[in-house]
């Protein structure tokens, strides 16, 4: 469960080019926080506040309300069932931060960086807001049981594990499938050559993202999209739009069901890593039989460096992982360890090209004979 559109977080708590002091660290006691230290903590703790203030301009429609010019806080009371004076308060606390602007007193709209809030906005980041401010947010409510524990916290607030909650959720399941749509396209999915490629299978598709920038660069390619229903209806929807929807075939189903068979290519895309290694072997093992001896597997993801960290991009990912499913990051060796105990051999490892803005490296694998 990553890739909304966000950019990483920034890994570290000190300023802008100046990581912690391990040497320090290692021989005593931290040197006393400086003023600008103690600013920077305190941003961070209330750094929820302002984010559940996004969640607001979300879930009750302000963004959208704002995005064709500043309003009235009494217009936008009055459009989005809300009491004027506590709305005026929170936006007003807002504006301070730079999330929306006071225009003249009284009357608001958005900045550059809460326009993504909108519904409408391109590469919208409103159904990342609401899955934040509702599932994830009481989530890390639980942080400590989680780390006493070792399970989810996410089972612990909702009384079930997280897909299962979609299953019972329409509403949720359709959030989390269109935030998880609006993660931009692993870069590194280019330094793979699929030219040859007749058929190409996305499973655990999504809105069809990733298919679509496929079947444009790839002309002569067909699509197989497998995903949950609503996820296919969403991708059905979306490359019915692009004029893709005649190229491609579309499956209802789980990844842990049987696979279509017969494809050139088969991708996961940031899929394994929400699961543990028992399930991602069963996801692999569908693959597997889907491939025969025949075709390719992309895997896309992120790769810790080793011992848990990695390079540019932070651990934040993982820790949401933590809090929420049963997955983890890995190493690129774990990874490989994986994909060989499931019967591929790896023939090549791509980095993501450098400013590729997005972490994921592309693991290509082919079936062991």
């Known amino acids: 469960m990553t890739g909304t559109g966000q950019p990483a977080a920034a890994s570290g708590g000190g300023s802008a080019g100046a990581g912690p002091d391990r040497s320090a660290a290692a021989?005593?006691?931290?040197?006393?926080?400086?003023?600008?230290?103690?600013?920077?903590?305190?941003?961070?703790?209330?750094?929820?506040?302002?984010?559940?203030?996004?969640?607001?301009?979300?879930?009750?429609?302000?963004?959208?309300?704002?995005?064709?010019?500043?309003?009235?806080?009494?217009?936008?009371?009055?459009?989005?069932?809300?009491?004027?004076?506590?709305?005026?308060?929170?936006?007003?606390?807002?504006?301070?931060?730079?999330?929306?602007?006071?225009?003249?007193?009284g009357v608001f709209g958005l900045t550059p960086v809460s326009a993504p809030l909108?519904?409408?906005?391109?590469?919208?980041?409103?159904?990342?807001?609401?899955?934040?401010?509702?599932?994830?947010?009481?989530?890390f409510a639980d942080i400590v049981y989680t780390l006493r524990t070792g399970q989810?916290?996410?089972?612990?607030?909702?009384?079930?594990?997280?897909?299962?909650?979609?299953?019972?959720?329409?509403?949720?399941?359709?959030t989390f499938s269109a935030a998880m749509g609006e993660a931009p396209v692993p870069a590194s999915l280019s330094e793979c050559d699929l030219s040859a490629?007749?058929?190409?299978?996305?499973?655990?598709?999504?809105?069809?993202?990733?298919?679509?920038?496929?079947?444009?660069?790839?002309?002569?390619?067909?699509?197989?999209?497998?995903?949950?229903?609503?996820?296919?209806?969403?991708?059905?929807?979306?490359?019915?739009?692009?004029?893709?929807a005649e190229r491609v075939e579309f499956v209802e189903g789980s990844f842990f069901g049987p696979l279509p068979p017969g494809a050139d290519v088969y991708v996961l895309c940031r899929v394994l890593h929400n699961w543990?290694?028992?399930?991602?072997?069963?996801?692999?093992?569908?693959?597997?039989?889907?491939?025969?001896?025949?075709?390719?597997?992309?895997?896309?993801?992120?790769?810790?460096e080793g011992a848990g960290r990695t390079g540019a991009g932070g651990t934040v990912g993982d820790l949401l992982i933590l809090l929420m499913l049963s997955g983890c990051d890995r190493t690129r060796q774990e990874y490989l360890s994986l994909l060989d105990r499931n019967g591929f051999s790896v023939a090549a490892v791509h980095p993501p090209?450098?400013?590729?803005?997005?972490?994921?490296?592309?693991?290509?694998?082919?079936?062991r004979r």
């Open 276 to 304: 543990g290694d028992e399930d991602a072997s069963r996801v692999l093992g569908r693959v597997r039989d889907a491939m025969g001896g025949h075709g390719r597997l992309i895997v896309l993801e992120e790769l810790l």
């Open 197 to 244: 490629a007749r058929i190409i299978a996305d499973i655990g598709g999504g809105n069809g993202r990733l298919l679509n920038r496929v079947l444009r660069t790839n002309r002569g390619a067909r699509g197989v999209l497998v995903d949950l229903p609503l996820a296919v209806a969403q991708a059905r929807a979306r490359l019915t739009t692009a004029g893709l």
């Open 353 to 367: 090209p450098e400013r590729a803005g997005h972490p994921e490296s592309a693991i290509e694998a082919v079936p």
């Open 152 to 174: 989810p916290a996410f089972d612990k607030a909702y009384g079930r594990p997280f897909y299962d909650y979609l299953d019972g959720s329409p509403e949720a399941a359709r």
């Open 27 to 105: 021989s005593g006691p931290p040197p006393a926080p400086a003023a600008a230290d103690r600013a920077r903590l305190h941003e961070i703790l209330t750094a929820t506040w302002l984010a559940q203030g996004c969640y607001a301009l979300a879930k009750l429609g302000l963004a959208d309300l704002m995005a064709a010019g500043p309003r009235p806080v009494a217009d936008l009371a009055g459009a989005s069932g809300t009491d004027a004076r506590a709305l005026s308060r929170m936006l007003r606390a807002l504006a301070a931060a730079g999330l929306v602007a006071e225009a003249v007193p």
């Open 118 to 139: 909108a519904a409408s906005a391109p590469r919208s980041s409103h159904d990342a807001a609401i899955m934040f401010g509702e599932e994830v947010f009481r989530s």
